[in-house]
Nanobody, 123 residues
Framework: QVQLVESGGGSVQAGGSLRLSCAAS????????MGWFRQAPGKEREGVAA????????YYADSVKGRFTIDEDSAKNTVYLELNTLKPEDTAMYYC????????????????WGQGIQVTVSS
């Protein structure tokens, strides 16, 4: 069993930055991937960024490449998502996830999910 707790988030102006944190507890040994996903009202949930914990390979959605960065601190069992140059289109509920996933941006393979944290970007 793995528990994930997100923190950070909030409301910022367009062009601003936020840093989300996801603290993991429990048995994370089998969690080969940790990722961030988001869902806006009326939209399907989509993959944002993920990291393969076995080797550090990172994955990003095309819409956030060059603006968002995912980082992992294995000693603290925490994964971060740095959101830079934020746009109103980034407004969504952001979820942290962990699991033994073949491809780290494939959300259907994730087993453990956090409760979500709101990110709102004003124009």
């Amino acid at each position: 069993q793995v528990q994930l707790v997100e923190s950070g988030g909030g409301s910022v102006q367009a062009g601003g930055s936020l840093r989300l944190s996801c603290a993991a507890s429990g048995n994370t040994f089998r969690s080969y991937c940790m990722g961030w996903f988001r869902q806006a009202p009326g939209k399907e949930r989509e993959g944002v960024a993920a990291v393969y914990t076995g080797g550090g390979t990172t994955y990003y959605a095309d819409s956030v490449k060059g603006r968002f960065t995912i980082d992992e601190d294995s000693a603290k069992n925490t994964v971060y998502l740095e959101l830079n140059t934020l746009k109103p289109e980034d407004t969504a509920m952001y979820y942290c996830a962990a699991g033994a996933v073949r491809y780290c941006l494939d959300q259907s393979g994730y087993k453990y999910w956090g409760q979500g944290i709101q990110v709102t970007v004003s124009s």
